[in-house]
């Protein structure tokens, strides 16, 4: 009998021996000869195209914003914002505005220096170097926020260049912070500085010609010529009444004369009007005095209401300048009514 041969046993997939990858490289050695020295042109020509880069980064922490509220100022005008709560991503939105903001590139261009940035500026181009280093600044800024982290980097060719660009550029970040959130407004804010001074100085000149105006028309000032008048009635009564002060003590002196150069008489008899005209020269005296300060706080008075005048087409009522002038001329009134209370001649000018 034959005896059956035993099964051999069935392998799964490829079944590859080293004669057989040798087999397939000496066939294909043309194909993979030609892989290899495409891949070494391919890299050849990446690394002269593409040359090495160096990177520096910086991680700024933007905790919070403090913001102006008003142009105005005000006793609470500030606004402090948490960059980390609701909101948040609109804040550092706007800090990565200003990150990436090319007046940020240009002022770190001319700070790090322009001929740093580009040493060899190209010759088809007519910008300004200036011009041309910020763009490079610009270009090689990298931004990303993440929760209230702002991760910052700046990419060069040139070793010695991205640290002192990116400290540059963290500092001027600073500052354009603070200019922007902190000065009422910053670059409007100084807008409205400029706006506000020349129109002020525009009103004071309108103001100083409206105050030449009447002179130069020879129109009077009516307060000033009250108060001219006020002033000039007041001397000429006081010159009235020390003339009649003068005429009562030569009077005085005339009795007196007569009563001691009668003839005969040893006795001399009492005048009986000497003490009445005594009484009459010091309420005269008295009266002359009361005459001049009453013209003189009234023309004080006069004053203060024009000085009230002005300050109210600038403040209103509760400002303490106006409230300051306001209880002055009260005092000036009450000094008023006192006077004519002891002397109500003083309120009728006597002349003649």
Avoid: C
């Avoid at 100084?190 to 010609?209: F, G, I, R």
């Amino acid at each position: 009998m034959n005896q059956a041969n035993p099964a051999q046993p069935e392998t799964g997939g490829l079944n590859l021996t080293p004669s057989d990858i040798y087999f397939i490289i000496f066939r294909h050695k043309a194909k993979i000869l030609l892989f290899i020295l495409l891949g070494l042109v391919s890299g050849a020509t990446v690394y002269k195209q593409w040359p090495e880069t160096f990177i520096s980064s910086a991680q700024p922490l933007v905790r919070y914003v403090t913001e102006k509220r008003d142009v105005v100022d005000s006793e609470q005008d500030t606004r402090v914002t948490s960059a980390g709560g609701r909101g948040s991503e609109y804040i550092l939105q706007t800090e990565i505005a200003i990150l990436n903001s090319l007046d940020l590139a240009e002022d770190v261009a001319k700070s790090v220096g322009p001929e740093m940035l580009v040493p060899e500026p190209p010759e088809n181009s007519n910008a300004p170097l200036a011009t041309i280093a910020a763009g490079v600044v610009a270009g090689g800024i990298e931004t990303e926020a993440r929760s209230n982290v702002i991760t910052v980097t700046f990419t060069h060719s040139d070793p010695t260049i991205p640290q002192p660009v990116l400290k540059s550029v963290i500092d001027t970040y600073i500052e354009k912070h603070v200019r922007i959130h902190r000065s009422a407004g910053g670059t409007f804010d100084d807008y409205l500085t400029q706006q506000t001074v020349q129109l002020k100085s525009k009103l004071n000149q309108a103001e100083n010609e409206l105050l030449n105006a009447p002179k130069k028309a020879g129109v009077m000032d009516i307060a000033e010529a009250k108060t001219t008048l006020s002033t000039e009635m007041a001397r000429i009564q006081r010159t009235i009444l020390e003339a009649e002060v003068e005429l009562a003590e030569n009077l005085t002196s005339i009795d007196e004369i007569q009563s001691t150069g009668s003839s005969g008489n040893s006795n001399v008899e009492p005048n009986p009007n000497a003490d009445a005209e005594d009484s009459t020269f010091e309420i005269d005296t008295e009266l002359a005095d009361a005459v001049e300060e009453y013209e003189n706080t009234r023309t004080a008075l006069e004053i203060l209401r024009s000085r009230e005048r002005e300050l109210l087409l600038s403040y209103t009522g509760v400002n303490r300048l106006v409230k300051g002038v306001r209880e002055q001329i009260q005092d000036s009134e009450n000094i008023l009514t006192q006077i004519e209370e002891h002397f109500p001649e003083v309120n009728q000018p006597r002349i003649g």
